[in-house]
C-alpha cells in the first residue's frame, strides 16, 4: 500500500478465498446455463427433424421434394422378369350381354300362317292330293264354284267394281281332279293333275265384258284393291321363273286379307313369300 499502512495477513488471506468461491460459483452456474441451451438446442434439432420429415423427403441425389397429402409412399423399382409368371386371364363377366336378334319386320310382327288353308302352295313341286275335297258355292249365273269360304270376300270385290261401273266377268273358277286330268291330257292346259290352282278352289280367272282385259279399267281396279278383298295377283310378269307359270293378269289367287296386303307390299310372289 502507498500509505505504508500493513495489512495483517490473517485478514488479507479470507478475503480472497472469498473472491475465489465467487468466481467457481460464476463459472458452475455458466456451465449450467450452457448446458441447459445445448440440451435445448439438441431438442429443438430433433424436433425440427422429425416434423420436417412429414414435409420433405430426399431424392437419390440428395435433393429435396416437398411432400403433398396425396403423395404416396414410394415403392421399389420393379425387376423385370422373363417367364416367370402366367399371362393374366380376364375375368369372366357374370352374364353376357344378350345380342338382340333382327328378324324380318314382317314375320316378326306377323308371323306367316302357312299351315291355314288359305295359304296351301300349289305348283309342279307342291301338288294337291287326288282326294282333295273342300265345300264349293256358285257365284254367278253360269255356275262357276269355288271354295265356300271365300264367296264372301269374292262377291263383295266384284259388287265394288261394279258399283264404279266396271263389269267383271268370271272365266275359270274351280276345277276337280278329275276335270284337271281330262283337260291334261286332251292338251287344253299345261298343268297336271293338283298342280293348278283351280284344283284348290281358291283362284279365279276373271276379266272383263268389254273386251281385252289386259290394259284395262278392270285390270288396273283390281291391281289397286284386290289386296282389299283378300285377293293377289298369282302370276306376275316378273315372277315367271319362280312360279313356273307365265304372266296371266287375270289369275287372282286367295290369301285372306292380312296375307293379301303383306305379299302386295312385299313385292314377292307366293313361293318367295312362303319361303321366308
Partial sequence: ????????????????????????KGKKI?????????V????????????????????????????????????????????????????????LPEVPVVEDPIIEENPIPREEWFMVLVNAQNPLPEDYNIETVSVDAKGHLVDARIAEDLLAMIAAG?????DFVIHTAFRSYEKQKEFYEAGKTGAAPGTSEHNSGLAID???????????????WLLEHAHE????????????????????PWHFRYVGKEQALLIKESGLCLEEYLAQ
Avoid at 1 to 24: L, Y
Avoid at 229 to 244: E, N, Q
Fill in 206 to 220: 276373271i276379266g272383263c265384258a268389254r273386251g281385252e282385259f289386259e290394259g284395262s279399267p278392270e285390270e288396273a
Fill in 229 to 248: 278383298y283378300g285377293f293377289i295377283l298369282r302370276y306376275p310378269a316378273d315372277k315367271v321363273d319362280i312360279t313356273g307359270f307365265a304372266y296371266e
Fill in 40 to 95: 435445448i438446442a439438441i431438442g429443438g434439432g430433433i424436433f425440427a427433424f422429425v416434423n420436417f420429415g412429414d414435409y420433405f423427403e430426399f431424392d437419390q441425389f440428395g435433393k429435396t421434394a416437398e411432400k403433398s397429402d396425396t403423395d404416396e409412399e414410394p415403392s421399389e423399382p420393379e425387376v423385370p422378369q422373363e417367364n416367370v409368371s402366367e399371362p393374366e386371364t380376364p375375368e369372366k363377366p357374370e352374364s
Fill in 30 to 38: 455458466a456451465l449450467i446455463i450452457l448446458s441447459v441451451l445445448l
Fill in 1 to 24: 500500500m502507498t500509505n505504508g499502512t500493513r495489512i495483517d495477513p490473517e485478514v488479507r488471506e479470507p478475503r480472497a478465498i472469498k473472491i475465489k468461491t465467487q468466481k467457481r
Fill in 162 to 166: 261394279e258399283s264404279e261401273g266396271l
